[in-house]
């Protein structure tokens, strides 16, 4: 099956690792890329192993990359129309820092 890729700066390919060392940059606020290119990456990564057998770290990397992408249309859904942010420069949205640590910490305790 061919995918609709999102577009993202990020190019590290999915694995757990990756997810929880841009995720940990992210935390740290010290990335290079914004958020919604993270975010994009994300989605990306569930779309990849959307029909894989997901054991472990790797299960739990897929459902935290799926409460980022899905939190991060939900919340600005919440504030603006489907209209406004395809005029909008996504790139200076920024999701609250602390959600961020909590989707860290969750992928700490596996």
């Given at each position: ?24 940059t ?19 990564l ?7 057998d ?51 910490a ?5």
């Amino acid at each position: 099956m061919e995918w609709n890729w999102n577009k993202t700066s990020i190019t590290l390919p999915y694995s757990y690792e990756n997810l929880k060392s841009l995720l940990d940059t992210v935390c740290k606020q010290e990335n290079q890329f914004p958020q919604v290119d993270f975010c994009m990456w994300c989605d990306n990564l569930t779309t990849a192993w959307l029909d894989e057998d997901l054991s472990g770290q790797d299960e739990e990397a897929y459902y935290v990359a799926q409460s980022i992408e899905c939190q991060w249309d939900l919340h600005w859904y919440e504030f603006y129309s489907h209209e406004q942010l395809m005029k909008m420069d996504l790139s200076k949205l920024e999701l609250p820092s602390d959600w961020f640590k909590r989707w860290a910490a969750e992928l700490a305790e596996k």
